[in-house]
């Protein structure tokens, strides 16, 4: 494809969706309020970045075409979706609520309340009456002023989405779920909403899947946690999309003075995913930490873009991003931690370690460090390598084949990352799929 072929085709995308725009405008019912203006904002600023490009520092390690080159049209109405079709997406004896949402449209009848403490919400954002939208400053608040144009898009053109509000020093014992489901075609905008308020405690697992194959299917989620002065989150991001299935997801979190955050990333299927995320220590004595694990086969894209701004002093982040890959599959972790020159005393650790399952797969590993205070102990590294042979043979002179070794090692590999979902019905789900998942890696072969 030729420069002038590949400058134009984003553009002529972005135009259509500047058009698909107008016409979601009159599907909806009233056009005032804080939101809608939110949404023009959203829409005026993909008319202004555009969609990237190549030619994009943040995606110079990779080739946007999937996600721009081609058309999604807004869906416009939720596909059907059965219990059973949801059974398997969530965690067996986890009790706590669930918000179902199919095609970024929430479905009530496959959702439960689950009992919650006084004071604590969990809706959706589509049942919050006007004065109550009215107060929710942060949905794209910060995201809008980042160069992420699918960010904007999503919130260009979302409908509904999962609201969760914990008011100071309340706690929620059980997690909360959020599933996503995609049931056709075209560009979906699921949407999420968490406010910590202080001293409170909350569990989320948000799990984005998707019916069939999800040729033709463009999944842009925003998710925007607010952690509020001494509150505890844990967050999990879970992306089970059909094989052929394009995603464009942004997470954004803010947190306040002696928050305590962790999120877990699980990239397990997808034809292309990028997943951009940056966290805010906005706060003295906070301490943040951002898990991944991602892992493509065939001829699957993964990439990973992080930013951990660290704007205060006396804080600690750590990362570890891990990446499992075979057949032609492709990785990318490109991970930022920008010190500012008020952060004092700071202490962040970022590690991203990557295994290769075949010699086609291809993985590229940029960690940085952008430091601008003088009193910080900071340290990054990068290791990407195959299984070890050693390990190999204590095994099969064990009497262990060649398949179950290779199974095992490469499950103790992931399963670092597994053991540290803290909550246990939630870490044997994740390790049920992580299983699965590896397997499938290790089998090699095209995706189905």
């Not at 002023?145 to 989405?161: H, I, K, N, Q």
């Not at 949407?191 to 405690?201: F, N």
């Not at 995603?247 to 997808?270: I, M, S, W, Y």
């Amino acid at each position: 494809m030729s420069a002038e072929e590949n400058r134009r085709g984003p553009e002529a995308v972005r135009d259509r969706y500047l058009a698909a725009f107008e016409g979601f405008e009159r599907s909806l019912n009233g056009g005032a309020g804080r939101l809608h203006a939110r949404r023009r904002e959203a829409i005026a600023r993909v008319a202004d970045i555009g969609l990237p490009t190549s030619r994009y520092e943040a995606w110079s390690h990779t080739n946007p075409a999937p996600l721009t080159h081609t058309f999604f049209a807004p869906v416009a109405e939720p596909g059907p979706l059965t219990a059973a079709e949801v059974r398997p997406l969530l965690a067996d004896g986890v009790d706590g609520a669930v918000l179902v949402f199919v095609d970024g449209c929430y479905v009530p009848d496959l959702s439960r309340a689950g009992a919650l403490p006084a004071g604590v919400q969990v809706r959706s954002l589509g049942d919050l009456g006007p004065e109550e939208w009215e107060g929710l400053d942060d949905l794209g608040a910060h995201t809008l002023d980042l160069d992420e144009s699918f960010a904007a898009l999503s919130t260009a053109f979302v409908r509904d989405g999962a609201f969760i509000s914990v008011p100071g020093g309340a706690a929620l014992d059980t997690p909360v779920q959020v599933l996503h489901v995609a049931s056709g075609q075209g560009l979906t905008t699921p949407r999420t909403l968490v406010a910590a308020g202080a001293g409170s405690q909350v569990t989320v697992i948000e799990t984005f899947a998707g019916t069939g194959a999800g040729a033709g299917r463009l999944v842009a989620p925003v998710t925007e946690i607010s952690v509020g002065p001494g509150a505890g989150v844990e967050y999990g991001r879970v992306h089970l999309h059909g094989e052929a299935a394009c995603h464009a997801g942004t997470l954004h979190v803010k947190e306040a003075g002696e928050a305590r955050f962790t999120a877990h990333t699980l990239c397990l299927t997808g034809r292309a995913v990028r997943e951009d995320v940056t966290t805010v220590l906005d706060g003295e004595g906070i301490d943040s930490t951002l898990n991944g694990l991602f892992l493509p086969r065939a001829r699957e894209l993964v990439d990973n873009y992080t930013t951990i701004e660290h704007a205060a002093p006396n804080c600690s982040s750590h990362e570890l991003y891990k990446g499992i890959l075979g057949g032609r599959a492709q990785g990318v972790f490109r991970g930022k931690i920008h010190v500012h020159r008020v952060a004092q005393k700071t202490d962040a650790f970022q590690s991203n370690q990557n295994l290769l399952l075949s010699d086609d797969a291809q993985v590229t590993s940029k960690p940085q460090l952008e430091i601008y205070a003088d009193d910080v102990r900071c340290s990054h590294g990068s290791t990407t390598g195959q299984l070890d042979a050693a390990a190999l043979f204590y095994l099969r002179s064990r009497g262990v084949g060649l398949a179950e070794a290779r199974r095992v090692l490469t499950r103790a590999f992931a399963g670092e990352l597994v053991e540290r979902v803290t909550h246990d019905g939630l870490r044997a789900h994740v390790e049920g799929l992580v299983s699965r998942r590896v397997d499938a890696v290790l089998a090699g072969g095209e995706a189905a």
